[in-house]
């Protein structure tokens, strides 16, 4: 079946990039998300991309995807204190969103 | 300002009691969802609504029900059936098709 598969952790230290990876398997997805999750609240989009572009930029956010290997990323430049939370990759289904497990984003001094 | 609203927010049940989470929206959204989520296991469907009065299963629907009577709600039902109900719940919408998904704050249940 679909599906859609990230790392659990990455720690950058503040000021740094902060690369987030994800894999997907579903090629007919038409739009692939990014949504963040700040501890104990619901997920709020961060940013999306169509299939049919490479990159998308949005202030310090960069995503990138390269559909021959079905690989997105997401670059956080500058990262801060407040960037620290789950970061979730999700694709296009059938009737639903594809989720990664997501991503918990830690900022070391 | 239009938005989903879950309540509560937490909510403490005994084993073997059935409970009533509410979800409730005013973005005039076609669809709505119910999505379970666990520590590192990210979010898993558990029920979705593509229109009132019909409602899909999801990849876990058992010991779950829901109902679409109104197209604000979208109300979900943990009943005793469900043997491991401790966990984060969430409610989304989006207007159909792809787009992106609007998510309410989410409830925490605990069995105790």
């Known amino acids: 079946g679909e599906d859609v598969e990230q790392s659990l952790f990455l720690s950058v230290r503040e000021g740094d990039s902060s690369v987030i990876n994800c894999t997907y398997t579903?090629?007919?997805?038409?739009?692939l998300y990014w949504y963040k999750q700040e501890p104990g609240a619901g997920l709020q989009l961060l940013t999306y991309i169509f299939s049919n572009m490479d990159m998308k930029q949005d202030q310090r956010l960069t995503v990138l995807l390269n559909k021959k290997d079905k690989h997105l990323s997401l670059r956080i430049a500058d990262t801060q204190t407040g960037d620290s939370a789950i970061y979730f990759c999700?694709?296009?289904?059938?009737?639903?969103?594809?989720w990664g497990a997501g991503t918990k984003l830690i900022i070391k001094p | 300002d239009g938005g989903i609203t879950q309540s509560p927010k937490y909510l403490f049940r005994k084993e073997g009691q059935n409970v009533t989470l509410s979800c409730e929206q005013n973005?005039?959204?076609?669809?709505m969802y119910w999505y379970r989520q666990d520590p590192g296991q990210g979010l898993r469907l558990i029920y979705y609504?593509?229109?009132?009065?019909?409602?899909q299963k999801g990849d876990i629907a058992e010991g779950y029900s829901v109902s679409r009577e109104k197209k604000e709600s979208f109300p979900l039902t943990v009943t005793s059936a469900q043997k491991n109900p401790t966990a984060f719940y969430l409610c989304?919408?989006?207007?159909?098709?792809?787009?992106?998904?609007?998510f309410g704050e989410g409830s925490r249940l605990t069995v105790l």
């Open positions: 989304a919408s989006r207007a159909g098709g792809p787009g992106e998904l609007f």
């Open positions: 973005l005039n959204h076609d669809a």
């Open positions: 609504s593509q229109i009132v009065n019909d409602f």
């Open positions: 999700a694709a296009d289904g059938n009737y639903q969103l594809i």
């Open positions: 579903d090629s007919s997805s038409t739009y």
